[in-house]
């Protein structure tokens, strides 16, 4: 079955603080990755995607993920965090198993909070 | 570019009313859009997925019925919560992709709360 495990319910960093938040999916075919970030009673914004060629994606914000296939595993990193990252973190895979469309299927979230 | 609305932000209505909510690509042409719902600190749940001009595919254990949607042209679609009840309150929130196999964009998302 197609699934996507973000282990990590809540992180709280410190600003400057390096962040990594965990992603782990289970998909039946070539997967489709992404970041999303959605901030308090607002819609998704897209940090970045992965379809295929390099495994490290740049994305905006200084935001930056890492796909390993072994591990399938698509952790989002930042190097230095500001109080403005602190929001809801999304993963999502998707892909064309079984159909057509580019459906996805969305992690649980991981609520960041930024310490000043 | 790729920039979604939505419209209404927020809606209360009275429980048996019928709500529309509309979901817009203002710069693209969206091929395919897709509506979700996202219950309170839980992740986004796909309600169905439309593409112009034909009918909505549905999600196992969405009722057709209940949630209509119209997908009547490359920058409009549209869901319909009929005969609401408060169960149905939630925040609903659309995408759009240019093509099938393209990257989603997300609306802002729509608050409906049935009294």
């Known amino acids: 079955a197609q699934s996507v495990t973000q282990p990590d319910i809540h992180i709280t960093v410190s600003e400057g603080a390096s962040l990594e938040l965990r992603c782990n999916y289970s998909y039946g075919a070539t997967p489709y990755l992404f970041w999303y970030v959605q901030s308090p009673g607002q819609g998704l914004q897209l940090l970045l995607k992965?379809?295929?060629?390099?495994?490290l994606v740049q994305g905006i914000k200084g935001f930056e993920a890492e796909f390993k296939r072994s591990q399938s595993s698509f952790n989002l990193r930042k190097p230095s965090v500001h109080w403005s990252d602190a929001a809801e973190y999304f993963c999502?895979?998707?892909?064309?198993?079984?159909?057509?469309?580019?459906?996805?299927?969305f992690g649980t979230g991981t609520l960041l909070a930024v310490q000043p | 570019g790729a920039v979604v609305s939505q419209h209404p932000s927020w809606v209360i209505c009275k429980s048996g009313t019928s709500v529309k909510i509309e979901c817009r690509s203002l710069?693209?042409?969206?091929?395919?859009m897709f509506w979700y719902r996202q219950f309170p600190k839980q992740s986004l749940m796909l309600m169905a997925t439309s593409n112009e001009g034909s009918k909505a595919t549905y999600e196992q254990g969405v009722e057709k019925d209940k949630f209509l949607i119209n997908h009547a042209s490359l920058t409009l679609s549209t869901l319909t919560v009929t005969s609401a009840h408060p169960e149905d309150s939630s925040f609903y929130i659309c995408?759009?992709?240019?093509?099938?196999?393209?990257?989603?964009?997300f609306g802002p998302g729509t608050r409906l709360l049935v009294l």
């Open positions: 995408s759009a992709s240019r093509d099938r196999r393209e990257t989603q964009y």
């Open positions: 999502a895979v998707g892909g064309f198993y079984g159909g057509a469309t580019n459906k996805l299927i």
């Open positions: 992965y379809f295929s060629g390099d495994t």
């Open positions: 710069d693209f042409q969206a091929t395919t």
